[in-house]
């Protein structure tokens, strides 16, 4: 690995030994066929009745750069130990892709902007918020989460992180912007900033997009789906799901689907998410959470909050309601269940949230059926 001084010439890698007695140890380096000189050995460390050793060795930067590939070789009372081939990681930068939506929660008098960055390199960086015009915005709370990764498709890592800003609705004028940046880092070590605006506004611009919020599972595999009444939505339809983050041992994923207005007035339609996660097999469960425009609070300011109750916690429950008023649409969501028969799914402890949102406004609804 590289370590201990660098210059712009050479990098210095470094080896360790560990659990060897008695304390005589010898080095060597390798680049292909060749043995390396420059090579720095240091004294033996005992620890916990075995030593240690350290050995470092200068290479070309010119040969590092070309992925060339070094080894580090143990001599040990005549018994030789290799290391695995040493060579220049492949890094790959990436600038996120960012996107903002907003809630407003007048039951517990706050407002919420969600900012998702989705698929950057490397893994260094920072999200903050800021609000245009203002130097200083009265912040209720600031949460932030990433991803452990995903390998791209030439083996590189890619993460994705979440943050949520909850403010004091006070600061909501029409037209008030708050700014999500992040901040992240470039080839040669340079700064990345990237800035997406979510913005509240009390006129329609035409669009409704509604915000699924799946939180607090394990393990990360899980899968949300869009229904337009039982059909997974077409490519009429505009969808986004970020990548599960880990919070505190377990998980939390958003999605999106945008409407238009005339789709989101459509009569008797009714919009649906679905969230599948397998824990035990042989068993399915999902939740549905869904909303439609005869149902929606035309004051267009409304977050309902969903709190699954204890008894929807228990496995062995095979229809658990956690919404009375959802009782008589039984046979309607059975039928959305039968979509994704296929897929196992169990031990669901999510608090899912579905938000409408009006011009980067969103809003949560109730309706949902636990099979």
Known sequence: MPCG??????VTLGCLAVDFTPSSLTFSWTQGANSLENITQYPSILKNDKYLGISQVQVSRQDW???????????????RRTSAPITKPYVLFRSPNLTTSFSLDEEKQQASFYCFAKDFSPRTHEIIWQKVGSEKASILDETSVFSEGRNDTNGA???????????????????????????????NNTDVLEKANATYKEESSGEVTLTCSVKDFFPEEVYVAWLVDDDVVDSKYKTSTTSPVEKEGSYLVYSQLTLTDDQWKQSGVVYSCA???ESITNSTRSIVRSIGFSTADKNNLVNLNLNISEKCKFLNETVCSCKEEMEAEEDHMANTALTFIFLFIMTLLFTVGTTLSKVNASFVYNGVRIF
């Open 275 to 277: 969230v599948y996660h």
């Open 157 to 187: 890592k890619l993460y994705s992180a979440a943050s949520l800003l909850t403010v004091n609705p006070t600061e909501l004028t029409s037209g008030a912007t708050f700014t999500c940046v992040f901040k992240g880092k470039g080839v």
């Open 5 to 10: 001084p660098q210059s712009r010439d050479t």
């Open 65 to 79: 750069d070309a992925k060339k590939t070094f080894q580090c070789v143990a001599n040990h009372l005549g018994e």
